[in-house]
């Protein structure tokens, strides 16, 4: 195999298919990147088995050829090399040499027979959206997927498509995170649900263009993500979404309306005065016209009031203030509007249309 590819071309397809190499595995063959230039194409493949990515790279193929070489030294490699072109060669003991300008490497490869191919998908359910809104619905809700494994529902988001509405959900377990889409046209419905890693990784590719599309494709055990010159495919996650309709309530005992900036702000500053490892609450005291903030920890206090609009009675009511920065962190609108029952029953910050619902559980407080 001999192939001429840029520098840049390089590492920009090589930073796309890291994102599938696996941290720790017994199976070395899963530590590599596989360069395909057996037919007319110059492909770069990784595959944890869990996630796989596969990207074509803008190069000349001189010799066609397949080898499958150390993600992480070939990463290494490309990343330090001067910014010209660059010649991959192989020659017939898979030793790969590695030229540019007066520099050269030669490293060991692998068979690709041995490579675990992406796994073929049929695409047949599909979708197709925006990269940009996929990228901010991803954004948007990404936040409140569980850190740990001990529910592995939770580390994953629903994806649920009815007619032309895309629904994406994520939860915790201390709040839930819904954004709702409108499709350009009416598709099948379906209901999956796609590991949090996968959309992490998927939103740091994605170019977050408005006129860039991406096809998402879905089965019963995948989904499949196509864009530019790019395919992920990742697995699902297995078993029954939680039923979260029965805990979305449009009763409320107290409306306020406010701005987001300056209550994001307030809640941003009581912060300073709360360790990691402090469990304590900001305390939202709801009066007529404004609403005070307070947060009493060790290192010492604070309060603030700001203007709101409200409709409804006065309340007292704690929250976690992670929760709340990071719902307002992701809202794009200038005021929020928040939904208030009792200081036990969760609040909801939503628009009125309901394109976003970010329901927070409250937190017991010493009044």
Excluded at 64 to 69: C, E, P, S
Excluded at 94 to 103: D, G, Q, R, S, V
Excluded at 132 to 139: D, M, N, Q, S
């Amino acid at each position: 195999m001999k192939l001429v590819c840029s520098k840049s071309n390089l590492l920009k397809s090589v930073n796309i298919v890291l994102k599938a190499i696996p941290g720790k595995t017994t199976m070395p063959i899963l530590e590599c990147i596989l360069i395909d230039a057996s037919t007319n194409n110059i492909k770069f493949t990784a595959n944890d088995m869990e996630l796989g990515i596969e990207t074509i790279v803008d190069g000349t193929i001189l010799e066609k050829g397949i080898v499958a070489i150390d993600a992480k030294i070939f990463s290494d490699i490309i990343r330090k090399l001067p910014d010209n072109d660059v010649t991959i060669e192989t020659d017939g003991n898979l030793t790969t040499t590695i030229t540019c300008e007066k520099a050269k490497f030669s490293i060991s490869g692998q068979s690709g027979e041995e490579f675990s191919y992406l796994p073929y998908v049929e695409r047949d359910n599909h979708i197709v959206v925006s990269q940009f809104t996929l990228k901010e619905v991803i954004r948007q809700t990404i936040f409140s997927i569980a850190a740990n494994e001990n529910n592995k529902m939770m580390t994953g988001e629903l994806f649920e498509v009815k007619g032309d509405m895309l629904r994406v959900v994520s939860l915790d377990g201390h709040r839930i995170s819904i954004r709702k889409i409108e499709l350009k046209e009416e598709y099948s419905d379906i209901k999956v649900v796609v590991p949090g890693k996968t959309l992490i990784e998927i939103s740091k590719i994605l170019s977050g263009e408005t006129e860039d599309e991406v096809s998402i494709f879905f089965t019963k055990n995948h989904i499949v993500f196509e864009f530019d010159d790019t395919v992920v495919v990742s697995r699902l996650i297995e078993g029954e979404y939680f039923r979260i309709d029965q805990m979305l309530s449009s009763d409320y005992e107290t409306k306020i309306q406010v701005n987001k900036k300056e209550l994001l702000d307030c809640i941003d500053r009581a912060t300073l005065l709360v360790k990691e490892s402090d469990k304590k609450p900001i305390i939202l005291s709801i009066t007529d016209d404004n609403i005070e903030l307070k947060i009493q920890s060790q290192i010492g206090s604070m309060d603030e009031e700001i203007d709101i609009n409200k409709e409804g009675k006065d309340i007292m009511i704690g929250f976690n203030p992670r929760f709340l920065i990071d719902a307002l962190r992701v809202i794009d609108d200038e005021t929020v509007d928040i939904y208030l029952m009792n200081p036990k029953a969760p609040c909801f910050i939503r628009d009125e249309q309901q394109s976003y619902i970010y329901l927070i559980l409250p937190v017991n407080f010493m009044a």
